[in-house]
């Protein structure tokens, strides 16, 4: 069994103190290691459930406003992979032979549609196809639900999946900054600035008569349509 989480900072060091006995270098920096995650962990937990405002009540910046920003980031790069391109065309591959680029821009529509379990499926099959940008979105998708371990595990395949060739890049992003000791990760996301989004609301009509099939573990998951690649030209090229 797992020790139950520290909650906080003062019970975590308590339970760093260290007891007699003999102990190795590994074992110390091991548990350097384990304490640092847990204190970064914790204030991130922390980050994301107190009040953003000052001791007198004024408002102040606070990294709980690190979910928003994930929310805010994780839509427009849904339209930015929308907006590609060449997306119908890999959406029509997806349908046809389930291409990860196709994948990539299916969550997409469904993570705008509300559909999250859905676009969670279709991102992490993307993410197993090597795409780096299906990784993002799940990085952005679990720090805007303050799941911070879920998080990391994305931040550290999206480095990793940005070292294999053919990277099939819909909205460019470079990963600034990563560090082994939290697993925090700065990603710059380059998004057209006069990009018209596609109207939610359109994206719901789209996927409303979408097959649904029950997958084993996995649950209700829906499926693209063939004309769906046909659906997704018109509503790009309507809000042009």
């Known amino acids: 069994m797992h020790p139950q989480r520290p909650h906080t900072i003062e019970e975590a060091l308590a339970r760093a ?21 847990q204190l970064v962990e914790l204030r991130w937990m922390q980050a994301f459930t107190s009040p953003n405002t000052t001791p007198g009540g004024r408002p102040a910046w606070a990294p709980l406003m690190l979910h928003e920003r ?29 291409d990860p680029g196709g994948a990539l ?19 992490q099959f993307a993410a197993g196809g090597g795409q780096a940008t ?10 805007r639900r303050g799941e911070w371990r879920d998080a990391q595990h994305w931040a550290r395949q ?34 057209p600035d006069d990009q018209a ?6 994206v719901k009509g789209a996927l409303e008569d979408l097959d649904v099939d029950q997958i084993e573990e996995f649950g209700a998951i829906p499926q693209p349509s063939p004309e769906l690649p046909h659906q997704l030209e018109d509503l790009v090229t309507a809000c042009r």
């Not at 994930?70 to 591959?93: E, F, N, T, Y």
């Not at 099939?168 to 925090?184: D, Q, R």
């Not at 989004?197 to 359109?202: F, G």
């Open 17 to 37: 103190r260290i007891f007699g006995g003999a102990y190795t270098l590994a074992d110390l920096e091991g548990s350097r290691q384990r304490i640092t995650e």
């Open 105 to 123: 821009a299916f969550a997409c529509l469904l993570m705008l549609a509300d559909r999250e379990e859905g676009a969670q499926f279709w991102l």
């Open 158 to 191: 999206m480095a990793r999946l940005e070292q294999e060739p053919c990277q099939y890049t819909p909205v460019a992003h470079e990963i600034l900054e990563t560090s082994s000791a939290t697993g925090g990760v700065t990603v710059f996301i380059d998004l």
């Open 134 to 143: 299906g990784a993002l979105c799940l990085y952005l998708l679990h720090l």
């Open 70 to 98: 994930a929310a805010q980031d994780l839509r427009a790069l849904c339209q930015g992979v929308i907006h590609d391109d060449d997306a119908a065309r890999r959406l029509a591959r997806f349908d046809a032979a389930r």
């Open 197 to 202: 989004a596609v109207p939610e609301d359109a």
